[in-house]
């Protein structure tokens, strides 16, 4: 069974994998990415059993009729937040002016590149735009690469603050979790399961996307930052 999933999910699953393959026998081969990628795959010929996409991702593919009819699940959702090197002060990111001031003061920052599609990186090149400081903020960025992980240049000093979605945060070790940006530039995105609609292996992928609805998998979600349906 091929399973295409956005990245942000990858560390609740890649966990609760090995209990679903020991229940039920089944190896699903997962390909990791952000949404607008997987997405670029599949129209450009790909096929996935099952896709686990970010809402905007699934919708596009419900209208392009590439989803069986029934199979949608909610899975979680996380809100981006922002991360600081263990043991540095935590940045006041409590309102909107608050964040503002934080990211004129700090000396680097590193947030998503939003070429790469991902939903963090599109969105917060929105909210410094709208704050009129995105020519300031991106000066003193740090893009990772393509799928990468902003917090892993916080432990080694080489931005003060990574700014992506809770669960790619918490992947890095030597970080600690600031918050989740404040309103009204708040980020909460959903991760929606649906199957193939050509999909062969329809029942194997129920079988999937009905494990990881259990509560063992919602109490890995929680640990991973994500918050279950």
């Known amino acids: 069974m091929k399973v295409f999933s956005s990245i942000a999910v990858q560390p609740a699953l890649e966990e609760l994998l090995p209990k679903f393959i020991e229940a039920t026998g089944i190896r699903p081969d997962f390909t990791w990415n952000t949404a607008p990628a997987l997405i670029a795959r599949l129209r450009a010929g790909e096929t996935a059993d099952l896709m686990i996409l970010n809402r905007a991702g699934m919708d596009a593919m419900q209208r392009e009729d590439r989803i069986l009819a029934g199979s949608e699940v909610t899975l979680a959702s996380s809100p981006a937040a ?13 309102t909107a002016e608050a964040l503002k001031r934080t990211l004129l003061a700090a000396r680097s920052i590193s947030y998503s590149d939003p070429r790469a599609g991902g939903a963090s ?13 995105a020519r300031e903020v991106a000066a003193r960025n740090r893009f990772p690469p393509p799928g990468g992980l902003c917090a892993r240049f916080l432990p080694t000093g080489e931005v003060e603050l990574a700014i ?23 980020l909460v995105t959903v991760f ?3 199957i193939e609609k050509a999909s062969a292996r329809a029942a194997e992928a129920k079988a999937l996307v009905d494990f990881l609805r259990t509560p063992a ?11 279950p349906a």
Do not use: S, T
Request: charged content about 20%; aromatic content about 4%.
């Open 82 to 94: 922002v991360a600081v090197k263990a043991g540095a002060p935590h940045p006041d990111i409590a």
């Open 121 to 133: 990186g599109i969105h917060f090149a929105k909210v410094i735009e709208q704050m009129g400081i």
């Open 164 to 186: 992506q979605q809770m669960p790619e945060l918490k992947q890095v070790a030597g970080i600690e979790i600031v918050g989740p940006l404040p309103r009204p530039y708040e």
């Open 192 to 194: 929606v399961a649906g």
């Open 217 to 227: 998998a919602a109490d890995v979600f929680r640990e991973k930052g994500l918050d």
